[in-house]
């Protein structure tokens, strides 16, 4: 049997994002998958990003990584989600990516997959929990199969005990932060590698 396929699509405004999704993928690989690594398109004005420096740098920064398109979510059998929160659900450059899945979703291309989420925020309150909900409820809606990480590894008690996928505070992805990641990315492909055995 092939090795899993995985997406691991993402966005990122300053970085810890970008950084979360390629301690996924590396980590994915090593648990045997292929991984395509996307990021969601900007979608912010162009002088809104330009007007802030740090915005403005990552976006350039990851200019090299193409975006995502609904190719990778058909080829894919199981989604590994990263974004930030904006006010208390994920940020609207992923949920425009979203948007554009209706036709593939109408077409029962997006059901019977795997799917996993990780956010940041700037304080640990801020939504983490209510962005990983929201996202799961939108694979609920695909058909996907949910896989969070739950309390299934120390690494998770290690980066603050988040059942629902790994949160990152104030943009640091520390060790135990990417061994958590590594985590929910691993046990992501172990699920998908048995719901296609």
Same mark, same amino acid.
């Given at each position: 049997?092939?090795?899993?396929?995985?997406?691991?699509?993402?966005?990122?405004?300053?970085?810890?994002? =970008?950084?979360?999704? /390629?301690?996924?993928?590396?980590?994915?690989?090593?648990?045997?998958?292929?991984?395509?690594?996307?990021? &969601?398109?900007? %979608?912010?004005?162009?002088? #809104?990003?330009?007007?802030?420096?740090?915005?403005?740098?990552?976006?350039?920064?990851?200019?090299?990584?193409?975006?995502?398109?609904? /190719? /990778?979510?058909?080829?894919?059998?199981?989604?590994?989600?990263?974004?930030?929160?904006?006010?208390?659900? #994920?940020?609207?450059?992923?949920?425009?990516?979203?948007?554009?899945?209706?036709?593939?979703?109408?077409?029962?291309?997006?059901?019977?997959?795997?799917? %996993?989420?990780?956010?940041?925020?700037?304080?640990?309150?801020?939504?983490?929990? %209510?962005?990983?909900?929201?996202?799961?409820?939108?694979?609920?809606?695909?058909?996907?199969? #949910? #896989?969070?990480?739950?309390?299934?590894? =120390?690494?998770?008690?290690? &980066?603050?005990?988040?059942?629902?996928?790994? &949160?990152?505070?104030?943009?640091?992805?520390?060790?135990?932060?990417?061994?958590?990641?590594?985590? =929910?990315?691993?046990?992501?492909? =172990?699920?998908?590698?048995?719901?296609?055995?």
């Amino acid at each position: 049997m092939a090795d899993p396929k995985i997406a691991v699509i993402f966005y990122s405004t300053y970085g810890a994002n =970008q950084q979360v999704a /390629e301690a996924a993928a590396e980590a994915a690989r090593a648990a045997g998958a292929e991984v395509r690594l996307r990021r &969601a398109p900007e %979608t912010a004005p162009r002088e #809104v990003v330009e007007a802030q420096d740090a915005w403005k740098a990552q976006l350039e920064a990851m200019a090299d990584i193409p975006e995502a398109t609904a /190719e /990778e979510m058909d080829w894919a059998d199981g989604y590994f989600f990263a974004a930030p929160t904006r006010f208390g659900v #994920v940020a609207s450059q992923m949920r425009a990516f979203i948007d554009t899945l209706g036709p593939l979703w109408m077409e029962g291309k997006l059901a019977d997959k795997t799917f %996993t989420a990780t956010t940041s925020t700037q304080s640990p309150h801020g939504g983490q929990e %209510t962005t990983l909900l929201s996202l799961y409820t939108t694979a609920m809606h695909w058909g996907c199969v #949910v #896989v969070a990480p739950g309390y299934t590894d =120390q690494s998770v008690f290690d &980066a603050g005990g988040n059942p629902y996928g790994a &949160a990152i505070t104030a943009g640091t992805v520390d060790a135990p932060k990417r061994a958590a990641v590594a985590h =929910q990315a691993t046990r992501l492909v =172990q699920m998908t590698a048995k719901l296609r055995a």
